[in-house]
Structure formats: structure tokens, C-alpha cells
């Protein structure tokens, strides 16, 4: 105690300081109110049970009920998990391109902190890790919390939000500890093809850089594109990919996320399969009563469920993407899977409005519709649209939109056939 001087000086920390969510600093920051003659439709919230009209299952449901009333399931679970939960886990994703065992999963509070987690055991402050642009802006909140650097690679709209792998690979230096792929992909809606995954995984090859898959939209692709776990493709590079129920199962305030260690060269070796049980050991795990019923959950859910999800999303993104893509001045791109589509604006029609954070406060002004500015998904003049909202709902923002674009659309100058539309 010697030489200190007793004075109340309580200040936040650097990590508390380093956090920052760029979608809250964006949408808390419009002042704007929606026009209080027209019923707010937000096309802005990636739940898709906000509007009741994605119900999870019933079998989910009887899931939870069942694991309560077992009475199994009250107490402190492993912070890893229970052994039998991350069985049931590695034996639904088990596959002999890709094969799992218990020891090879974590479970986590939710799909978000398995990136977390993930984040922490590979990278050290001052390394820098490589996220999409456009991407999910909870990568950079996590990283620059803990000091680690961001590198954004390209996504290109014109290729279906392939990634510019030249690059990708140009921002590759001795600090990258890893890289971040999220296929499907939040906000684009994209989903890789075989091809060009493997493209993916000749470049994290070639630099010796691990991957982190965030893969909580895996499986919820249309009919006509496929999901290709990235593990499967790959017996080289190590991989940990992160999912959970949130986003295929309809229950993401349940907080169950998974992650699946894939190192079959034994690259990570122990080191990081310990520093992960480590890590886990901060929060002891996600809800055990969710663990509890995951048996059920990922065995007893009908096929018929999936389908029946899969189908409304296609018929949504079909319809929006019609919709959309008739209205001059904007420039949706087709997606192909998760539950968003991201729409182009040809700010030169627009001059009024300096970018898409001011196209998108006037929509709600006049419209009140709200989607969320890609700005906040680092990549200006674009808005994300999400489609999980009643079809009935989706059709009247669609209707709006028009309405809202026919009154501020002007002809580019030198380009009269436009004005000829």
C-alpha cells in the first residue's frame, strides 16, 4: 500500500473499450421513425422465430420437456459437455471423408461462442485472422476485442459471392493464424460450390493457415445447390467447424453451438484440443437441459421438418428475388441458401442519398421498412433482406420497396434508355 494514494478511479478495460458491434453502432445511430401510417415490416432481424411462422417441431419441443421432467439434467455438466451429448453430436456429423468421435467435440453456449472459442485457441493479440467481405460482423467484435488484427478478403457478387481468391491469399503474411469461411454464407445467402471450396483448401494448404468453418447454416441450401461440409474435402488441412441448432432447428435462444475438431494429420495435436478445454472451462458449458435432449433432437426430426423449411425459404427468396429484381435501380443477387439475399443499389439513380445507410433510413421514413445497410456487413450500396417473414409480409415490403425506388429513381446522365423503362 505504500505510496498509493486511496481514490476512486474505476475505468472500463481494453477489452470492454475494443468491443464494438458495427450493425448496433449503425441501426442505433438512424434517428429516423417509421411512417406512422404504414405497419413496421422489418426485413432487418436474422430470427427466424420472430414472427411465429417457423415453428420448431413438435419432437424438439417434447425433446426439452422430456430432458426437464427426467430431472437428470439440473446440475453442472462437464464443461465440454456430457460425454453421451457429444457422442450423439459426432455420430449425426460422422462421415468417412470426415470421421468424429466424442473427443472431437466441443459444446458451446450457442454458434457464437464456438467462434469465439475458436478465435481464442488459434490466434495471439497482434496476429491477424482473415474474415468474408461481406461477412458476419460478430468475426471482427471477437478478434479486435482480444487484439487480433481483421484482414477482410473479397466476396464477388457477380460470381455468386465466390471468394477472389488471389486475394485472399495476397493478404496471407507470417501473423495469419487462420482463416474464416462461412458457407452458407450470412448476409449473401450464397452457398460454395465443390470446386471452389477445394480451391478454398488449396490455398489454406499452400500458406499452412487453419480454417475455421462457420457453418451454422450447413444444410439449409434449396434444392437446387448442395452443402459441402469443408472437412470432407480435406484430410490436410485442419479445420474447426462451428455449428449448432440456432438456425436449421429454429431455436436460437436455446444456445446450443458445437465445435467440431477435424485434424486428422495432427496438426492442432493436443496444444489445441487442450487450450479448447481450457477456454471451455470459463463459462462450464451450455445449458444442460439442451444437452439433455439432443439425442432426441437430432434423431426424432422429421425429415418432413427440414423440407417443409427449406421449401418456404426457396419460395420466399424466389418471390423477393422477382420482386426485386424488376424494380430499376436494384440489383438482387440470386441466393441459394441460409435465410438472406442481398440486394445491389445503383447509387447513381439514387443521388439523393449519399450510400445505403441513407437509402435504408428514408425507406423506413416513407416505408417503414427495415433492412439492414450492408455497410454494416462492411460493403457499402447493398442492403441485406432476410426471408424468413410470412409470405403475405414479404410481398407487401416487396410492394413498398417499388413504391419507395419509383419516386426517388432518377435516369443516369448519358443513359436515356433507362428512363425509357
Known amino acids: 500500500m505504500k505510496g498509493r494514494k486511496a481514490r476512486w478511479s474505476v475505468r472500463p478495460s481494453d477489452m470492454s473499450n475494443k468491443t464494438f458491434n458495427p450493425i ?9 421513425k417509421p411512417n406512422p401510417n404504414k405497419t413496421m415490416i422489418a426485413l432487418s432481424i436474422g430470427d427466424p422465430t420472430v414472427f411465429g411462422n417457423l415453428p420448431t417441431d413438435p419432437e424438439v419441443t417434447q425433446a426439452i420437456k422430456d430432458a426437464l421432467d427426467s430431472g437428470k439434467y439440473n446440475g453442472y455438466a462437464p464443461s465440454t459437455g456430457y460425454l453421451s451429448s457429444r457422442e450423439e453430436v459426432a455420430s449425426y456429423y460422422h462421415c468417412p471423408e470426415a470421421p468424429l468421435e466424442a473427443k472431437d467435440v466441443i459444446l458451446t453456449s450457442g454458434c457464437s461462442q464456438a467462434i469465439e472459442l475458436c478465435l481464442a485457441v488459434l490466434a495471439n493479440p497482434g496476429q491477424n485472422i482473415l474474415v468474408p467481405r461481406p461477412g458476419f460482423s460478430l468475426y471482427r467484435t471477437l478478434a479486435e476485442s482480444m487484439g487480433i488484427e481483421v484482414k477482410p478478403y473479397n466476396l464477388l457478387p457477380e460470381k455468386f459471392w465466390e471468394i477472389d481468391l488471389k486475394q485472399l491469399e495476397s493478404l496471407i503474411d507470417e501473423k495469419t493464424a487462420c482463416l474464416v469461411v462461412n458457407n452458407p454464407s450470412n ?78 494429420r495432427d496438426i492442432f495435436g493436443n496444444e489445441i484440443r487442450d487450450g479448447l478445454v481450457k477456454l471451455s472451462q470459463r463459462i462450464l458449458g451450455p445449458c444442460t437441459l439442451v444437452q439433455g435432449a439432443l439425442k432426441s433432437i437430432l434423431h426424432r426430426t422429421p425429415q418432413e421438418f427440414y423440407h417443409n423449411t427449406l421449401s418456404f425459404l426457396k419460395s420466399n427468396a424466389d418471390l423477393c428475388y ?20 442481398m440486394v445491389g443499389i445503383e447509387m447513381e439513380h439514387f443521388p439523393e442519398f449519399e450510400n445505403d445507410v441513407e437509402f435504408t433510413e428514408q425507406l423506413v421514413a416513407e416505408q417503414s421498412v427495415h433492412c439492414l445497410p450492408a455497410t454494416c456487413f462492411e460493403y457499402p450500396n447493398f442492403f441485406r433482406v432476410v426471408i424468413t417473414i410470412p409470405e403475405v409480409m414479404l410481398l407487401e415490403a416487396c410492394s413498398r420497396i ?20
Not at 422477382?322 to 439475399?341: D, E, F, Q, T, W
Open 322 to 341: 422477382g420482386a426485386l429484381a424488376a424494380i430499376p435501380g436494384l440489383r438482387p443477387i440470386r441466393p441459394s441458401g441460409a435465410m438472406y439475399l
Open 187 to 264: 448476409p449473401c445467402g450464397s452457398v460454395f460450390s465443390r470446386s471452389h471450396l477445394q480451391k478454398i483448401l488449396a490455398v489454406a494448404a499452400r500458406q499452412c493457415v487453419p480454417i475455421l468453418a462457420d457453418e451454422i447454416y450447413g444444410d439449409m441450401v434449396f434444392s437446387d445447390s448442395k452443402f459441402e461440409p469443408l472437412a470432407t474435402l480435406s484430410s490436410n488441412v485442419p479445420i474447426l467447424s462451428c455449428g449448432g441448432l440456432a438456425k436449421r432447428w429454429l431455436v436460437p435462444g436455446w444456445r446450443m453451438g458445437w465445435i467440431l475438431i477435424h485434424d486428422r
Open 24 to 32: 448496433r453502432a449503425i441501426v442505433d445511430s438512424m434517428k429516423v
Open 402 to 421: 417499388q413504391e419507395f425506388c419509383d419516386q426517388h429513381y432518377h435516369c443516369a446522365e448519358g443513359s436515356p434508355e433507362e428512363c425509357d423503362k
